[in-house]
């Protein structure tokens, strides 16, 4: 077990020295409020370059990340990130920008954003997107401050968004960020929308219903049309979850389904990083009625060029600081470029076929959740190992000894011990063969020896915690180490 790199410090020890002062010093305390100085040196591990490089390097190594190790996060598409992105966001002409610089000195990034706008619009059936939304759930939250700016323009106070009983738990979040009352509807045998639940909760308080199509079950909502049209019949707005577009882009256009407003999530679709808390991005897309509410400022094209349009009369206004984070829009902006029309459509099909694949090598040793073709992810379940006192989370632990990622666990909700598999359309079929032998041995293992599975993983450097214990009461325990010789402070262990 790698040491903590306060316990690897060596007092007197530098990674690097600075010659003499070669000019007046200052006395901090003439410059700096008395009550902000410290009263002693900070209690910072010493050691030299060559061990920090070497721990960190080390630490780094004991994790999974997607450049190592297979990740079928359902629903998360932890997907592989082509290195040309990471190149182009690290050319200088983009990096080095200021978000205060005048529209004329950055016209290039401006021009990027204009073309990424109108390329998500055409992908998607949109007549206009924003770019500005941090993340998927602030894409939600702009959507529906939208759809709420709408309602209230044609006169209609609506106070209800209307959300499958499948759907993901940011949609009632946002929904009651946004200031609506929340009512869910359950899926039918199939996995689908109920049409009967949501007729049933349509009413002229309806403002939106919220929809992942293809839903968390891996299934595209074969009524879409119909259930758009009873939406539109009621006054709502239809909402797209982008979560799933992952197995729609090049085949199916959201606004020509009957979708209203749609985010998307750059690092699902279009393979921008994943995890670590950001950043991330989730443009919103709108139909051509609800532009003048989308979020300021708005990119223009103009003869003289490109410029920030900072106001609009009917406009929500901002939903951040400047115009959305711009070296992950460049990102997916370089991702699309590179791919090009017929690209993206084959990144669908091969995300479909994959998912299918692994639907039906799955399916005799684990239950399905429906039985049918899916889309991008399938979702199978524990039952058949139930019976033997292994459920879903050990074989997830299981899965780690095995050098994989778990998928997605217990989720959707709606689905008993669910297991959601995602394999993307970027790897390849001797990585899903692999993955599909170590499921099928744990299978096996469960019904001979379900111990194994049930104090897993065996291999690595942290065994099995209480998930619950350790989020109600993380251990902060404080270990003395010895720091610099005129300070001793007390640490993490």
Known sequence: ??????????????????????????????VLPRESLRQSPPALPEMSELDVVRHYTRLSQLNFSIDTHF????????????????????????????????????????????????????????????????????????????????????????????????????????????????????S????????????????????????????????????????????????????????????????????????????????????????????????????????????????RKTEQGYSLEESAPLSIGKMRTFNGNSLILLRAHTYLRCLGREGVRKVSEAAILNANYLRAKLKDRYQLAIDDLCMHECVVTAAKQKPKGVRTLDIAKRLLDYGFHPPTIYFPLIVDEAMMIEPTETESKQTLDGFIDAMNQIAQEAEQNPDLLRTAPHSTPVRRLDEVTAARQPNLRWKAVPVHSSCSKRIPK
């Open 71 to 186: 990740y079928p996060l359902g629903s998360c598409t932890m997907k592989y990130n082509p290195k040309v992105c990471e190149q182009v966001a690290g050319f200088t002409g983009f990096k080095a920008l200021h978000p205060l610089q005048p529209a004329s000195t950055v016209q290039g990034f401006l021009q990027v954003y204009y073309e990424l706008e109108r390329s998500l619009s055409e992908i998607c059936g949109m007549a206009e997107f924003s770019l500005q939304p941090s993340a998927g759930a602030h894409g939600e939250l702009a959507g529906l401050l939208i759809a709420r700016a709408y309602h209230k323009y044609k006169g209609s106070a609506r106070k209800t968004v209307i959300v499958p009983d499948s759907a993901h738990g940011t949609n009632p979040a946002s929904a009651m960020i946004a200031g609506y009352q929340v009512k869910s509807v359950k």
């Open 188 to 299: 039918d045998n199939q996995g689908r929308v109920d049409l009967q639940a949501l007729e049933a909760a349509l009413d002229r308080d309806t403002a939106v219903f919220m929809l992942t199509n293809p839903n968390t079950l891996g299934l595209f909502e074969t009524q879409i049309k119909d259930i758009a049209k009873r939406v539109h019949d009621a006054g709502a707005l239809l909402y797209l979850d982008g979560a799933n577009m992952n197995a729609l882009v090049g085949l199916i256009r959201p606004g020509d389904l009957g979708f209203d407003i749609m985010h998307l999530n750059l690092h699902k679709t279009f393979s921008t990083p994943h995890g670590g808390g950001g950043p991330a991005a989730g443009p919103v897309g709108v139909t051509q009625a609800l532009t003048p509410f989308l979020p300021v400022p708005r990119v």
């Open 1 to 30: 077990m790698e040491s903590l790199i306060f316990e690897k410090t060596q007092p007197g020890r530098r990674g690097y020295t600075l010659p003499a002062l070669d000019v007046p010093s200052i006395d901090p305390a003439q």
